[in-house]
């Protein structure tokens, strides 16, 4: 995934670097045209994708598991996607728009886990030892309204936005290939863990355009992750 993204971005550069080489051309040739404060227009579409971090639900589970005292579990990995996500912005007027912002992150982590059975036959406890697998996904989607300002460089776009929507968050427990374990119904899951299912992002964001349809966004906010960037697309 990682290659096909650096593959992406080298692509966009290299298209982008000829397309400005023509329109400098041209500016050359017509120094009297004036140069606008932006490349955005009523009507345009903006379409980002982006990768962010840091995942703080993964952080927390860990930070959480090293202070707690679990002599059961051993051998903890963790291993996490995301936050990625997917923007989506129609430019109601030159200065705002109205979008959708879909983010996606997961987490796992795998450990044994050492129980004590009870055998009825010989009527005494045995330790058994569990390869467990948990699992965690996470998806919100956030309608927004964006302000965009009056940046003097064609190239940039620089904004902030706000929103609110819904969150999900659901997982599974997979004990020794038996989802939720011994003691609990083969097949079910932990099913929806999101106590409050309304979440929100306030955020303050830029584009930089290296064409008229092809850049860079970076992104900080809040409800979402803290930082993120990737490549933007305007039409």
């Not at 962010?52 to 860990?62: I, N, S």
């Not at 598991?65 to 291993?79: A, L, T, W």
């Not at 964006?146 to 659901?170: C, E, R, S």
Request: negative net charge; glycine residues 10%.
């Amino acid at each position: 995934m990682k290659l096909n993204f650096s593959l992406l971005l080298i692509l966009s550069i290299v298209i982008s670097q000829h397309t400005f080489g023509q329109e400098r051309t041209t500016d050359e040739e017509t120094p009297d045209v004036k140069i606008e404060s932006s490349t955005l227009h009523a009507n345009d579409v903006l379409i980002d994708i982006y990768y962010g971090g840091p995942y703080l639900q993964k952080w927390f589970a860990e930070a959480t598991e090293d202070i707690s005292d679990n002599s059961n579990k051993s051998e903890e990995i963790y291993s996490s996607i995301g936050p990625t996500g997917l923007r989506a912005e129609f430019l109601a007027g030159k200065r705002f728009g109205l979008g959708v912002n879909i983010m996606y992150s997961s987490y796992k982590v795998r450990y044994k886990e050492l129980t004590n059975e009870y055998d009825s036959i010989s009527n005494s406890y045995s330790q058994t030892n569990y390869k467990v697998e948990e699992q965690y996904h996470r998806l919100r989607v956030i309608f927004n309204a964006n302000l965009h300002f009056n940046v003097a460089h064609p190239q940039w776009d620089v904004y902030i936005t706000g929103g609110v929507g819904f969150t999900k968050l659901y997982g599974s427990r997979i004990v020794n290939s038996i989802k939720n374990g011994p003691n609990q119904t083969e097949g079910e899951d932990y099913g929806d863990l999101q106590a409050f299912p309304i979440s929100g992002r306030v955020a303050f964001g830029a584009h930089y355009f290296f064409s008229d349809h092809i850049g860079l966004n970076f992104e900080t906010g809040i409800g979402g992750p803290v930082f993120c960037g990737g490549l933007s697309f305007h039409f």
